[in-house]
């Protein structure tokens, strides 16, 4: 079966780093995504991964192994509005999206 | 990107009854989606709603319980049938860019709030 694995939930400190790990068994693999999602509202796009490696964009990063089936987000520079909860998923070979459950986030001062 | 609008944001219901969910965008997309989100838990594809045919289904999901329409490339509903306290959930409509093989970013709307009494 296809299978997505993240922490359930994080605690981190305002202004530190924090490394949100997924490990993947999927069907295909079309590409990785990071999706983060405030309570209350829609999932909004972080990152997108297809080739091994780190992808840097401003205070995220997102790693992927495609041998390991592997990624991270990391979030660098902590602010109080990275609280939400953050959401990996894999494009499998019908191109479609296989969603884990979300890592919740918990900012704490 | 795509700017997705839902209605309704929220409702509640009774038992027994249908509720249909709009969603429109604001210009021309290949693929639309409906996705059930359940408290604390991850996203649910229900269904790819297609232009001009019936909708594909996911296992688990039928159209007589959740019948989708899509008229045009712009604009789909979701219609939650013979509801129970078990449908309720948030109902979010999604569409991606065209093209198999390339980077397909999905974009979301604000998602519909459903709480069945």
């Known amino acids: 079966g296809q299978n997505i694995d993240q922490p359930t939930e994080m605690t981190a400190t305002e202004g530190a780093i924090v490394q949100i790990n997924c490990t993947y068994q999927t069907s295909g693999f079309n590409g990785l995504f990071w999706y983060q999602q405030h309570a209350g509202e829609a999932p909004t796009f972080l990152s997108y991964n297809v080739l091994d490696g780190l992808e840097e964009k401003g205070r995220f990063s997102s790693f992927l192994s495609r041998s390991k089936g592997y990624s991270y987000l990391l979030l660098k520079e902590l602010q109080m509005k990275d609280s939400a909860s953050y959401l990996c998923a894999v494009m499998d070979s019908n191109y479609q999206l296989i969603w884990g459950a979300g890592t919740k986030l918990i900012i704490k001062p | 990107s795509a700017v997705i609008s839902q209605k309704p944001s929220r409702d509640i219901c009774q038992r027994g009854t249908s509720l249909t969910i709009q969603c429109q965008v604001d210009s021309q997309v290949t693929m639309m989606f409906w996705y059930r989100q359940q408290p604390g838990q991850s996203l649910t594809l229900i269904a790819t709603?297609?232009?001009?045919?019936?909708?594909?289904?996911e296992s688990g999901f039928v159209i007589d319980k959740f019948p989708i329409s899509r008229p045009n490339l712009t604009f789909s509903t979701l219609t939650v049938s013979n509801m129970s306290p078990e449908d309720s959930s948030i109902y979010l409509c999604?569409?991606?860019?065209?093209?198999?093989?390339?980077?397909?970013?999905?974009?979301f709307g604000p998602g519909t709030r459903l709480t069945v009494l």
């Open positions: 999604s569409v991606a860019t065209e093209g198999q093989g390339a980077y397909n970013e999905q974009f």
């Open positions: 709603a297609n232009q001009g045919s019936e909708a594909t289904y």
